[in-house]
């Protein structure tokens, strides 16, 4: 089975680009943007917030996969 990343609209925030995060590691949506808010805020100049960005605009969205899951058979 290969895991294949992308943005989750159903439990989004802003574009899905963490909550897609969360669910390729299996793991809360909540820990991952906590996470991500607290390494962008003790970061140098918040690079983090270009890389959110550019995560945004080069992950497809759950429904260009064309799976109801993120796993392919």
Do not use: W
């Not at 943005?7 to 590691?25: E, H, N, P, R």
């Not at 962008?40 to 917030?49: C, D, I, K, Q, Y």
Request: aromatic share 12%; net charge neutral.
């Amino acid at each position: 089975m290969q895991k294949k990343l992308y943005k989750d609209s159903s439990t989004k925030m802003l574009c899905g680009v963490l909550s897609g995060i969360a669910q390729y590691f299996n793991i809360d949506a909540t820990i991952v943007r906590v996470a991500y808010v607290l390494l962008s805020f003790f970061s140098a100049s918040f690079p983090g917030v270009i890389a959110y960005i550019i995560l945004a605009a080069i992950m497809p969205d759950k429904s260009q996969i064309g799976h109801d899951d993120y796993t392919v058979e």
